[in-house]
C-alpha cells in the first residue's frame, strides 16, 4: 500500500517568504508526527496531531511555525518569514494511533534551502 | 535536553566486522527501545525494538542489548554488509505515550 507522502521533495526559497510544506499519511492513521533534521542531527521533534487536534505543539521553534490537519488526514507545516536557520529536512510520520510502540512511519521528508 | 545520548557518532567497518551503536538514556519510566534505519534521502524506518522485559533481541544480523539497572542498549550489526551502510537512530518511550525521543544517530559506513 501508499506510504507517507510529501511534498514537494525540495524547496528553494528566499529569505522572508513564507512556505507550506505538505504531509499525506497512510491511510486510517489517526496519529501524526512532523520532525525536523538539520545536517548530520538528529530528528527534532516539532508537533503531534491526533486526529485533527494537535495536543502537542511543545516542538515548534517558534510563533512563525504553524500545522493544521484536516479530515484526519493531510496535514500542512507552514513558516512564516523564514529564516536561514531554517533550512532542514523536514520529515512527517503516522502511526496507527498514538502509542510509542507502534511504527512510526516516515516519508522521505521536504529539504527546505532558505537563501 | 537531550533524553537519549547514543554514541558514537560514526563509524567505519569492514565488511564482515561488527558494528556497535551504543545509546544511554536517563528516563526510568520509558520502556520502549526501537531502533530506526535512515538510507540517504529517504525517512527513517524501523529496524528492531526491544522491552525491558528482556536483556536481548535478535532479528538476522541485527542484535539489540539492554540493561536495564545501566539504563543503556545498544544494537549490534553482525557480519555487516556495504548495503547496511546507513545511519542508525535509537529512541525511546513510553509504551503507552506517543513521544518517542531519538538519539542524535551514528553514520554507519561498511567497507567492501
Known amino acids: 500500500g501508499a506510504g507517507v507522502s510529501q511534498s514537494p521533495s525540495n524547496k528553494v526559497t528566499e529569505k522572508g517568504k513564507d512556505v507550506e510544506l505538505r504531509c499525506d499519511p497512510i491511510?486510517?492513521?489517526?496519529?501524526l508526527y512532523w520532525y525536523r533534521q538539520s545536517l548530520g542531527q538528529g530528528l527534532e521533534f516539532l508537533i503531534y496531531?491526533?486526529?485533527?487536534?494537535?495536543?502537542?505543539k511543545s516542538g515548534l521553534p517558534s510563533d512563525r511555525f504553524s500545522a493544521e490537519r484536516t479530515g484526519g488526514s493531510v496535514s500542512t507545516l507552514t513558516i512564516q518569514r523564514t529564516q536561514q536557520e531554517d533550512s532542514a529536512v523536514y520529515l512527517c510520520?503516522?502511526?496507527?494511533?498514538?502509542?510509542?510502540?507502534?511504527?512510526?512511519?516516515f516519508g522521505d521528508g521536504t529539504r527546505l534551502s532558505i537563501l | 535536553q537531550q533524553q537519549v545520548k547514543q554514541s558514537p557518532q560514526s563509524l567505519i567497518v569492514q565488511k564482515g566486522g561488527i558494528s556497535i551503536i551504543n545509546c544511554a538514556y536517563e528516563?526510568?519510566?520509558?520502556?520502549?527501545f526501537p531502533w530506526y534505519q535512515q538510507f540517504p534521502g529517504k525517512g527513517p524506518a524501523l529496524l528492531i525494538a526491544?522491552?525491558?522485559?528482556?536483556s536481548e533481541k535478535k532479528e538476522g544480523r541485527f542484535t539489540i542489548s539492554f540493561n536495564k539497572s545501566a539504563k543503556q542498549f545498544s544494537l549490534h550489526i553482525m557480519d555487516s554488509q556495504p548495503g547496511d551502510s546507513a545511519t542508525y537512530f535509537c529512541?525511546?518511550?513510553?509504551?503507552?505515550?506517543?513521544?518517542?525521543?531519538f538519539g542524535a544517530g551514528t553514520t554507519v559506513t561498511v567497507r567492501a
Open positions: 528516563n526510568t519510566a520509558f520502556d520502549y
Open positions: 526491544i522491552r525491558p522485559d528482556v
Open positions: 529512541a525511546a518511550s513510553m509504551y503507552a505515550d506517543y513521544k518517542l525521543s
Open positions: 491511510s486510517g492513521h489517526t496519529a
Open positions: 496531531f491526533q486526529g485533527n487536534s494537535a495536543p502537542d
Open positions: 510520520a503516522s502511526s496507527p494511533q498514538g502509542q510509542g510502540a507502534q511504527p512510526q512511519h
